[in-house]
């Protein structure tokens, strides 16, 4: 017996093929697509507006696997972390981060992952699998509600910034965004979306020559390849020189948004030589910003956050610099959702 297929894998044509070879009416295609995408239903008994020998007819050809939400904390900062429990029994996080301007999703792309960043909780996990394209849009659908529960404000940015490595999960991350970004999806601006990467620089520049309309973050975290190495093994086959030319390629292609993340950690990467040569990289690509990231501690890497005035020299020695740069603070810290704190814990 062959297995049922995912309903949402189906793509438009392959529905509407899929109804006529049952001898349904045209409108049931749409019917059955709003519920998918735009609706949300969870199971085909939510479809009300079909027969319910139709539904019965779908619930034994084809699976609708939706993301459940398991557990959910909230931050004394408004930072609510959910856990997210798939079909097949695995577990990812996701966080909405509320500002006054923004309330913006983190989501994962992965469950697990294979990079092994000595400073972020998921890098000691197993990579289990690539989240599908429908389960990072099940993310995106579930914070959105929290964000109109909670703050009576739909989602204004989405970062892909949670758990897993989003260009070792290339085509499902650009299904999601696609989707994500349709008018008969979330229709949320393909702008108002950065995906961030430990610096895969094939995928940088098949991003580029894919003509992508949303933003890229760089996680570099080290502005020389010894340390890159030391804290990001991915350095050693990607490493800054490479990135740079990836980036580039990028940004002739897209002329989109470019940002570096870089987290300073005491007595390694936070000192007046560190921030020289953060310069340097900067002045090579065509980056918007330098976003400066509070390090948020786990158990398993035994770094500390510099002193307030170690990092306020920094900061100015790239304000002085000309190098657009904003420090970033953490927020859900007291739940393990700030940045590189994602492990399944709580």
């Known amino acids: 017996m062959l297995a049922q297929q995912n309903i949402r894998h189906l793509s438009l044509p392959e529905l509407e093929n899929y109804f006529t070879t049952i001898g349904q009416p045209k409108f049931r295609v749409k019917q059955v697509h709003e519920w998918l995408w ?51 029994n695995h577990l990812i996080e996701g966080v909405l981060i509320p500002t006054e301007a923004r309330k913006t999703a983190c989501v994962s792309s992965q469950i697990g992952c294979s990079l092994s960043c000595k400073f972020c909780a998921t890098g000691y996990m197993e990579r289990r699998r690539n989240l599908n394209y429908d389960e990072i849009y099940d993310q995106v659908v579930l914070i959105n509600q929290q964000s109109e529960a909670a703050y009576q404000k739909k989602l204004s940015n989405i970062v892909f910034m949670g758990m897993g ?18 008018d008969d999806g979330l229709a949320m601006s393909p702008k108002r979306i950065t995906v961030s990467t430990a610096g895969v620089a094939k995928q940088i520049k098949q991003l580029g020559d894919d003509k992508v309309k949303f933003k890229l973050a760089l996680s570099l975290h080290a502005a020389n390849d010894k340390k890159r190495n030391e804290i990001m093994p991915i350095n050693e086959s990607n490493n800054i020189s490479v990135l740079i030319e990836a980036l580039n390629h990028f940004y002739k292609q897209t002329g989109n948004e470019i940002t570096f993340e870089y987290i300073l950690f005491q007595n390694f990467n936070d000192s007046q030589k560190d921030a020289e040569e953060l310069i340097k990289i900067y002045r090579q690509v065509p980056a918007d910003l330098v976003n400066i ?8 890497f035994k770094f500390h956050k510099p002193d307030e005035d170690t990092i306020d020299a920094f900061m100015t020695i790239l304000e002085k610099n000309r190098v657009n740069a904003r420090l970033r603070r953490s927020r859900g810290k007291d739940i393990d959702a700030a940045c590189g704190q994602l492990a399944n814990k709580g």
């Open 293 to 300: 990231i509070e390090y948020n501690p786990i158990d398993a």
């Open 38 to 88: 735009q609706k949300h239903a969870h199971s085909f008994d939510d479809m009300t507006n079909l027969s319910k020998d139709l539904r019965n007819k779908l619930a034994a050809e084809f699976t609708l696997p939706a993301l459940q939400v398991e557990t959910v904390q909230n931050s004394e900062d408004g930072t609510i972390k959910s856990r997210f429990k798939t079909s097949d």
């Open 165 to 182: 490595e989003p260009l070792l999960n290339y085509k499902n991350v650009l299904k999601a965004i696609e989707r994500i970004s349709a």
